[in-house]
């Protein structure tokens, strides 16, 4: 006689093993999708110019090392680098800030302007390396920043508007940065010493900052 309890416990088990077979193809398809979901998501995410300008300055500006390290000799990972963009301000600024363990004081003026400026010029020389020397340093930085902020596919019809390229330089902004070690800064109490420009300013024009306690 056939044990209908046993017959009950097979139909149970089978009915238990449907039901993870589904929910496991169930979970493959949702992981696919998402997958193909995410896929697309990402590569319909926009990426514009000016991310792609801010990226490439980014680098050309770490690339400057060397330059920097031909006036003072210290250590890349010493050296803070970076491009700081502002949406409010409208601005964007490249930042050298080089650590230096003497002078910054009022008496040390005219060295460390002169350290500061040469430092700013030997970047910006950098930068506009692969410009046409023979150029003036406004078209120099022009040529620069419209290659920055283009692409291959997407050459701007702006680069033959005179009051663009001025409104682009304007934009840009070098800033080299001599802050005191903090050994220095507690021993001496003084400040950073700073000069800023744009990659078309000319040498009399960079602006020295310069606070003394």
């Known amino acids: ?3 209908i309890t046993n017959l009950l416990n097979l139909d149970m088990v089978k009915i238990l093993k449907n039901i993870l077979i589904f929910l496991t193809l169930h979970l493959l398809i949702i992981s696919n999708v998402f997958s193909q979901d995410m896929t697309t998501l990402l590569r319909n995410q926009q990426l514009t110019v000016f991310d792609i300008g801010i990226f490439r ?3 050309d500006l770490k690339s400057t090392y060397p330059a920097i390290k031909k006036h003072k000799d210290i250590p890349y990972e010493d050296i803070y680098i970076d491009v700081v963009s ?3 301000k409208n601005t964007v600024d490249l930042i050298v800030s080089i650590p230096v363990n003497k002078n910054l004081k009022e008496e040390n003026y005219m060295s460390d302007s002169f350290k500061c400026r040469n430092i700013f010029n030997s970047v ?3 930068l506009l390396r692969n410009e046409n020397l023979s150029n003036y340093r406004f078209t120099m930085a ?3 920043l419209t290659s920055i902020f283009s692409t291959p596919s997407n050459w701007p019809r702006w680069r033959y508007d005179q009051s663009a390229l001025e409104e682009l330089v304007n934009l840009v902004k070098l800033e080299v940065i001599l802050r005191p070690t903090t050994e220095l ?3 001496e109490n003084v ?4 000069c800023k420009g744009g990659l078309e300013t000319e040498n009399e ?3 020295i900052s310069m606070k003394y306690n």
Request: no cysteine; charged share 25%.
């Open 185 to 187: 800064a507690f021993k």
């Open 142 to 144: 022009t040529s620069y």
């Open 205 to 207: 024009e960079i602006i």
């Open 1 to 3: 006689m056939i044990n």
């Open 124 to 126: 910006r020389d950098h």
């Open 191 to 194: 400040n950073p010493v700073s």
């Open 86 to 88: 502002s949406f409010w």
């Open 57 to 59: 300055l980014k680098e």
